[in-house]
């Protein structure tokens, strides 16, 4: 309806009021704006103001153009904002009808709906940070209500510049009329700053002697830094969420520096360029992808390699790379005038977590980095860059953190009425959730909590999140495993403030995290849950890495597994991916049988330079051996016996990860079915089918007797895979040969694996399943706590309507 049809209808109707309550991420992102700016143009009287709830809106019209008020302010709702929930409610009197329309003063006596999460620059402030006659040119910190720092500078609520790290800094006259007009895009901006007001960025030596940069450049220390970027320096570079580490990954050297320095051998490096262009001459970017490399969140994707090579050093074992754009105004000037890509990896030692303040970051950098890019602006909250990859052509998040974190989950259908939880998560990749007011908070990326300054970090953030969003639990919700860092805080918490306390099986998590993303509702009938992953306490007590679960909120039903396989001196197995091939062969064959049939191997050299009368007797004795259904250690096993990371991996997946990097696409989409490595279904002892690797073994030996390449031996391991985990869906989910469960969840580490997960719904959905995988939360550890959190909810909803 165009305006002049609207005016027309409108003058015929007479003038209603009605409170207009909107939920969902509507404060601190420009919303209560966008509602006056519209209300004006549209004539309505009334008010905006934010609450405890959200954003509530009173407002006075004719019905006709309240309707279309709110049809506009759903389409041009603030890039930032996210709107849930619209109510309304007729006001029956309307003789206090107020004239013209005002952001009245907000009602901080209630919890404020949160805090969002950090954002890319936006367009707008970009043009400023680049134009010289604005009065932001070159600024670093140039942000408005559309973009800049949220979480990372939140130190308390409600959510003001009081109670932020820019509370230092008083406004000047112009930014103050900035942040009181209601028209202005930096109307209550709070981190709102320029030249006069705003934090300072410096360049320094860590070693504290003097630096001169005028030999380096003519405008400021951000460009000086871009010159020793160019000349083959590495530079500690203060953030939004913490320091990073920089150089020009062109420069092979450099990048062997950086990883000396680091001590990280061969995780892959985190990129950023200057523009889509660079990025593009080093990967194949999709207009999927693209458009999350420009989003607001501004992750880094992983992208398939094409054209120009980085030094293998970037990348050690890949064929893709982690690019991200500048998502500040100090990253974009900083590159302003560097053409090549830069490694942007988090400043910090391996295994530590990411330096946060100036004083900790020139101690702890100091010897990786002669210098560093640094500001006054504290941050207040450590949050990690994101991780994104395309997957099944849907964007999947891989490490949630900045730029997503702590937006809050809607809960899906049936938990409105859930009690306050607080859900513990994992030990490694760990996050924690709380459940409050119909939503799912999900933290920031926290990291291995085995590291002693990530548990802190994890336990300052606990305290944090309870205060900024008022959440006194109700449950307490922990990991079956008795020996995770969080779960002991748990359940000591637990105890201290006499909280009921409820232990969730893993991988009941992980498909309880799947069914929540897909917002799968309490009441669904139960789904058959894939949880592939490294390893998690089981049911039973034994450990669980490959399982097949009739599974929804309420219970978990084990009906198929992989085969158990020891895991020979225990953790050790996951650092040296050697022993889980001589597990895995001795599980199914006698060294004597081994040997007399593929003793030409180098394998086979390679075992006998091994202890193996130590090992055959833990394998015996089962001391320090326990078993494991571990479809993670089945991919060690598989690229050890390939001989990729055969003697050690140096973090976790790598072998992994460096299987599906070789994987011959050819064999793996055009190669006769048949020649796929075959498994089998046998039933164990307890009655449960489970998945039997022998005669993927014995072919996989084959190929390596006839000198197969190893990229096609990667293809039909991959392959085969799929094809045995979708015959075991088919067998599970049929009875007398009817369809009994039609919808297949897809949850644990193993699912970051592209080559799988992509093979197996491919699968699913030509046998008509309705296939449901990860994308708002991580499918790895980092999305259990989501899980936990709903399951503790749906056992405490079925315990309230029990009484």
Known sequence: MNDAALNTRAAREPVVGEQIRIRGIVQGVGFRPTVWKLATEMSLNGQVLNDGQGVLVTAWAEPAVIEHFITRLQAEAPPLARIDNIERTLIRHTENKPEGFKIARSDHNAIQTGITPDAAICPACKDDTFNPFTRRYRYPFTNCTHCGPRLSITRGIPYDRDNTSMAFFYLCPECQAEFDDPADRRFHAQPNACYVCGPKAWLERTDDLVLCTESLTQLDDVDAACSLLQKGEILAIKGIGGFHLACDATQTDTVNRLREGKQRYHKPFALMARDLDIIQQYCVVSELEVAQLQSPQAPIVILQTQGDA???????????????????????????????????????????PQCIDNAEAKKRLKRIAPFMLTHNRDIANRVDDSVVRVMAGKPQLLRRARGYAPATLPLPSGFADSPAILAMGGELKNTFCLISQG?????????????????????????????????????????????????????????????????????????????????????????????????????????????????????????????????????????????????????????????????????????????????????????????????????????????????????????????????????????????????????????????????????????????????????????????????????????????????????????????????????????????????????????????????????????????
């Not at 064929?319 to 590159?335: A, E, Q, S």
């Not at 002693?452 to 079956?480: C, F, G, M, P």
């Open 310 to 352: 980085l030094p293998e050093a970037v990348a050690p074992g890949q064929n893709t790379l982690g690019f991200m754009l500048p998502y500040t105004p100090l990253h974009h000037l900083l590159l302003k005038r560097m053409q090549r890509p830069i490694v942007l990896t988090s400043g910090n030692r391996s295994d530590e």
């Open 439 to 803: 939503n799912a908070i999900l933290s920031q990326h926290m990291g291995d909590l085995e590291n002693a300054a990530t548990y802190a970090d994890y336990q300052k953030n606990l305290s944090l999140y309870e205060t900024l969003y008022q959440h006194k639990a109700e449950r307490i919700i922990v990991d079956e495993h008795p020996e995770y860092l969080s779960s002991k805080l748990g359940r000591s918490k637990a105890e201290s403030l006499n909280l009921p306390l409820n232990t969730v099986q893993h991988h009941h998590a992980h498909i309880a995290a799947c069914l929540a993303d897909n917002d799968i509702p309490l009441t669904t009938e139960p789904v058959l849950g894939v949880a592939l992953d490294g390893l998690g306490y089981g049911a039973d007590g034994t450990l669980w890495g490959g399982e097949f679960l009739l599974a929804d909120y309420q219970q978990a039903q084990r009906l198929g597994t992989f085969k158990p396989v020891a895991m020979l001196g225990g953790t050790q197995a996951m650092h040296e991916p050697w022993r889980n091939t001589y597990a895995h062969l001795m599980a199914e064959m006698s060294w004597d049988v081994f040997k007399m049939n593929f003793d030409t191997l180098e394998l086979t050299r390679f075992f006998e330079r091994q202890p193996l009368a130590t090992y055959n007797a833990m394998l015996t004795t089962g001391n320090n051996a326990p078993l494991a259904s571990s479809v993670g250690r089945l991919f060690d096993a598989v690229a050890a016996a390939i001989g990729i990371c055969r003697e050690s991996a140096s973090y976790e997946g790598q072998a992994a990860i460096e299987l599906e990097a070789i994987v011959d696409q050819n064999t793996l989409l055009h190669e006769e079915e048949a020649l796929a490595y075959p498994f089998a279904i046998p039933t164990l002892i307890q009655g449960i089918p489970y998945i039997e690797p022998l005669a993927m073994w014995q072919a996989l030996l084959g190929d390596l007797i006839l000198n197969t390449p190893a990229p096609v031996m990667a293809a039909r391991f991959h392959k085969g895979l799929a094809k045995i985990i979708v015959t075991m869906i088919k067998k599970l989910t049929t009875h007398q040969e009817q369809r009994t469960v039609q919808t297949v969840a897809l949850s644990g580490g193993v699912f970051q694996n592209k080559t799988l997960l992509e093979q197996i719904v491919i699968r699913l959905e030509q046998e008509q399943f309705q296939v449901i995988t990860h994308h708002r939360v991580p499918t790895n550890d980092g999305g259990l706590a989501l899980g936990q959190a709903l399951i503790g909810a749906a056992h405490a909803l079925q315990h309230n309507e029990r009484n």
